[in-house]
T-cell receptor, first 114, second 110 residues
Framework: EPEVTQTPSHQVTQMGQEVILRCVPI?????FYWYRQILGQKVEFLVS????????KSEIFDDQFSVERPDGSNFTLKIRSTKLEDSAMYFC????????????FGPGTRLLVL | DAKTTQPPSMDCAEGRAANLPCNHS???????VYWYRQIHSQGPQYIIH???NNETNEMASLIITEDRKSSTLILPHATLRDTAVYYC???????????FGTGTRLQVFP
């Protein structure tokens, strides 16, 4: 069964450093999402992306964040200058055109900012 | 956005049906009810969704009351691997984002 994959599974970085989290969505999916979950808290929506554009973003998704689909398969989330409070599990999700309400999530990247 | 209310935790014996309730009394006519679950710290997993009719798939059944103010997710034969946090989500028609609450922590015991 096709699945969303994410790399790396864990990332440790110093405060102020840039990180890029990578996702490979399911191959025929056209809608892409990033969510995050701070330890012990709810899963929070960050951004949705379709047709090479951001379609929706939350208040969390400020100028420090950006998303990109650099090629036909990868979908990335960049955090330009990480803060301690960016430590969280980051989940990528994707959905198909014909059933875009059903989002399939990856296993997540655990980001720790020191 | 319509708010959902779920019990914080439930227990279920292995092999028995797990019935997870959700209240969404402010739901609008064009808003769907979705159920996802999250096993430990894994990514959320889609289970089922519906608008007003009852739905069934290989994972579960979704029963939505006639007035649509509440729903029940039924796992017909719970296994230990069904231990997870179950989220009931009402998604407005004009957005793709999922707004997760705190869910119900289901513990299946032997």
């Amino acid at each position: 069964e096709p699945e969303v994959t994410q790399t790396p599974s864990h990332q440790v970085t110093q405060m102020g450093q840039e990180v890029i989290l990578r996702c490979v969505p399911i191959s025929n999916h056209l809608y892409f999402y990033w969510y995050r979950q701070i330890l012990g808290q709810k899963v929070e929506f960050l951004v949705s992306f379709y047709n090479n554009e951001i379609s929706e973003k939350s208040e969390i998704f400020d100028d420090q964040f950006s998303v990109e689909r650099p090629d036909g398969s990868n979908f990335t989330l960049k955090i330009r200058s990480t803060k301690l409070e960016d430590s969280a599990m980051y989940f990528c999700a994707s959905s198909a055109e014909e059933s875009k309400e059903t989002q399939y999530f990856g296993p997540g990247t655990r980001l720790l900012v020191l | 956005d319509a708010k959902t209310t779920q019990p914080p935790s439930m227990d279920c014996a292995e092999g028995r049906a797990a019935n997870l309730p959700c209240n969404h009394s402010t739901i609008s006519g064009n808003e769907y009810v979705y159920w996802y679950r999250q096993i430990h710290s894994q990514g959320p997993q889609y289970i089922i969704h519906g608008l007003k009719n009852n739905e069934t798939n290989e994972m579960a059944s979704l029963i939505i009351t006639e007035d649509r103010k509440s729903s029940t997710l039924i796992l017909p034969h719970a296994t230990l691997r069904d231990t997870a946090v179950y989220y009931c989500i009402v998604r407005p028609y004009n957005t793709d984002k999922l707004i997760f609450g705190t869910g119900t922590r289901l513990q299946v015991f032997p």
